[in-house]
């Protein structure tokens, strides 16, 4: 293969990693929301079962009964730990297709590093926006 | 190939209106400039006028670059050589994300508000402000709604909704809050929703393309969307573009929503808009906002009077100063407000500060050119010898007569029923209408016979 295909191929490499990299986090956002969303159904069901009974928790492959605080509280901090992960992801995500556009030659997004603005800067503005 | 970028990290550009002039300039799209900024003969519009055009593309990339703010720049040349057309293509090629300002300076002059007024809010104007809005959203497709009424008809509903994204499905309980603005918005399954985390707002983005053909009555504002792709919660980010001006009008209390309604904004007082800067640099510091440094483009900047000129040159000190970009068709003549003689009608120290591109008259082949292009622009057929008499009489009187003649001309065509126009339609109205010359050369031969005339001929004084 001559210098120029060799060239190439390198730099398709580059891309295709790149490319592949922002997709795998994008999946693993989409599972953890998964996750997210199940443990968030499954307080909800908590909620509604009488303290003093004992609940099924399915871990790994087996149900174990378990008291429903425990499990609570146990939902609590895994909830907790995913959303950190998927804020977590995102941040990265950010730099990441940032990088992908800079090997692709592509300009960069406008405006897409800034900080948003709070809520209630945001409220202000919006009247702006929205008329 | 490479990866979609995902949709909840694209933010969305708004663009900011912008205000255009249209009729003489509307075929102009851009400078006409290659890569190395050479201006080509006839491109995008624009024809001739090389020099003034490189100038332009020159100052067009300092701009994008935004090199350069708070600086000036004057384009002067006789009537007719194409001042107004630089502008406009700056203005094109700059992109809808830099604000572009056009005013002509007669429109300072304003019973509602001081000249300095008009002056700061058109700077204001041509200076935008990036900021990002960031917002947790839910975005899924109803599968189901499902609402238990209590049996005694009063008291709290409970009810379930189950969302659903390609890759995922889940169910939320709901509070009797969430049911009453999910049937205020009239959400039934099927219908693709956001629900706003921090507020709750639920919009209606459409029906899912998979319920198509739930009903064959359709009312014709029903939008179908695809279910959305990946996570049901999502971080939605939307960049948007105003003017300080803008921001300005909204934080300006006596003003209140009136304002926005009635398009006149009145004063707005200094402490206002010093609050805005104080905020916006503050923003700025945060990594919360960019400042986006347009251009203000001033026609008939020798309308501007001498208190103006002091404003400019102060006001382009300040750190938040757009490009500004002034034409004048005027040569050595007195300053308004002064007795003083100036070139173009502007101060001194004023023209100091000032880069100038000077634009020439058309020659006859850039004449024929321009003829041209308007007939395409206006939709007329000319044929080969009266295209020939036409730029003809461009060269003679002036070529924005020959381009008026280009519609008249057109429309004496289509009465005949013809599909071209001939050298006869444009003879017709060429002795229809009068050019500026013949006027005159009327005027002076019939003047004993009009009203109030003065024997003695004054010149007009145009520095007034």
């Keep these: ?65 378990f008291p429903p605080e425990n499990s609570k509280s146990m939902i609590l901090k895994d909830q907790e730990q995913l959303d950190k992960e998927i804020n977590d992801l995102r941040a990265g995500l950010k730099a990441k297709v940032n990088r992908l556009n800079q090997i692709q030659g592509k300009p960069d997004l406008r405006g897409y590093n800034l900080s948003p603005l709070n809520s209630n800067e945001m409220k202000a503005i919006n009247s702006l926006i929205k008329k | 190939m490479a990866a979609q970028v995902a949709t909840t990290k694209v933010p969305e550009v708004r663009d900011i209106t912008r205000i255009e002039r249209i009729g003489a300039h509307s075929h102009i799209r851009g400078l006409g400039l290659d890569d190395a900024l050479e201006a080509r003969q006839v491109s995008q519009g624009m024809v001739g006028q ?84 960031e917002t947790e959203i839910i975005e899924g497709e109803v599968v189901e709604i499902q609402i238990d009424r209590p049996a005694t008809g009063t008291g709290a509903k409970v009810g379930k909704l189950t969302l659903k994204t390609t890759e995922m499905e889940t169910i939320y309980d709901l509070g009797n809050k969430m049911i009453e603005s999910l049937s205020k918005e009239r959400v039934q399954s099927g219908d693709v929703i956001t629900i706003d985390k921090a507020t709750g707002k639920i919009t209606k983005l459409g029906r899912s393309f998979t319920r198509a053909r739930d009903y064959d009555a359709m009312g014709s504002q029903t939008q179908f969307v695809q279910c959305p792709e990946g996570e049901l919660q999502k ?72 208190e103006c000129f002091s404003f400019l040159n102060r006001a382009l000190e300040s750190d938040l100063s757009p490009v500004l ?134 010149q007009m004084d145009t520095s007034k």
Aim: glycine fraction near 6%.
């Design chain 1, 1 to 65: 293969m001559d210098e120029s295909a060799q060239r190439v191929l390198e730099y398709l490499t580059d891309v295709e990693v790149a490319a592949e990299d922002v997709l795998a986090d994008k999946q693993q956002i989409v599972d953890l929301d998964l996750r997210r969303n199940r443990n968030r159904e499954a307080l909800n069901a908590l909620r509604n079962h009488p303290a003093n009974d004992k609940v099924q928790v399915c871990f790994g492959n087996m149900f174990i009964r």
């Design chain 2, 50 to 133: 090389l020099a003034p055009r490189r100038a332009a593309g020159l100052i067009l990339e300092m701009i994008k670059d935004g090199q350069i703010a708070g600086r000036a720049v004057l384009i002067a040349g006789q009537p007719g050589t194409g001042k107004t057309a630089i502008a406009m293509g700056i203005a094109q090629s700059l992109g809808p994300d830099t604000p572009f300002t056009a005013m002509a300076g007669s429109e300072i002059f304003s019973l509602e508000m001081s000249k300095t007024e008009a002056l700061s809010q058109a700077f204001r104007k041509a200076i935008g402000v990036r900021i990002k809005e």
């Design chain 2, 235 to 306: 971080r939605k980010e939307v960049v948007h573009t105003v003017s300080l001006h803008e921001i300005d009008v909204i934080n300006s209390r006596t003003q209140g929503f009136l304002a926005l309604f009635a398009g006149d904004t009145g004063e707005i007082k200094s402490e206002v808009r010093e609050q805005i800067n104080a905020k916006v640099s503050e923003w700025r510091e945060e990594g919360k906002a960019e400042i986006i440094p347009g251009v203000l483009f001033i026609d008939e900047v020798h309308m501007l009077d001498i």
């Design chain 2, 325 to 458: 970009i002034m034409a004048t068709n005027r040569g050595i003549t007195r300053i308004r407000g002064t007795n003083y003689q100036s070139p173009h009608g502007i101060p001194i120290d004023m023209l100091d500060r000032l880069l100038i591109i000077a634009t020439s008259p058309y020659t006859e082949k850039e004449t024929r050119q321009i003829l041209k292009i308007r007939c395409e622009e206006e939709d007329v057929e000319l044929s080969e010898e009266a295209h020939t008499v036409l730029t003809r009489i461009g060269q003679e009187t002036s070529l924005r007569y020959a381009i008026q003649l280009i519609s008249t001309a057109g429309l004496v065509c289509r009465k005949r029923r013809g599909t071209e126009v001939q050298v006869e339609d444009i003879k017709r109205v060429y002795s229809l209408f009068l050019d500026e010359s013949r006027s005159s050369q009327y005027m002076k031969e019939y003047q004993d016979s009009f009203l109030f005339n003065e024997t003695q001929t004054t």
